[in-house]
């Protein structure tokens, strides 16, 4: 993938939605919800600080992540659906 993410930036690949409901259901594509996970594809080098130093980042590239439903940007990269969020727009890394 050619990007690179600014700042705290990470770009995401998020996982696809659900096709079936837990009881069998399967689902049209206008009822599917917005998958709110993913796995980071590429991190930028940290949010400037006002000392002129990077603070580091609490993720790393391959990491499994939760981020908000509506959080972060859509874009498209090499033909390739991915999302751009923020480190704080992160909720939580999946162990």
């Given at each position: 993938?050619?990007?690179?993410?600014?700042?705290?930036?990470?770009?995401?690949?998020?996982n696809?939605?659900?096709?079936?409901?837990?009881?069998?259901?399967?689902?049209?594509d206008?009822?599917?919800?917005?998958?709110?996970?993913?796995?980071?594809?590429?991190?930028?080098?940290?949010r400037l600080?006002?000392?002129?130093?990077?603070a580091?980042?609490?993720?790393?590239?391959?990491?499994?992540i939760?981020?908000?439903?509506?959080?972060?940007?859509?874009?498209?990269?090499?033909?390739?659906?991915?999302?751009?969020?923020?480190?704080?727009?992160?909720?939580?890394?999946?162990?």
């Amino acid at each position: 993938m050619k990007i690179n993410p600014l700042d705290d930036r990470v770009v995401v690949r998020t996982n696809e939605a659900e096709e079936t409901t837990a009881g069998g259901i399967v689902l049209p594509d206008a009822a599917k919800e917005k998958p709110q996970r993913g796995t980071i594809v590429a991190v930028g080098p940290g949010r400037l600080l006002d000392s002129g130093e990077r603070a580091s980042l609490s993720i790393s590239v391959g990491d499994e992540i939760l981020f908000g439903k509506y959080g972060g940007t859509d874009i498209e990269v090499d033909g390739e659906e991915v999302k751009i969020l923020r480190e704080s727009d992160i909720l939580a890394k999946v162990l």
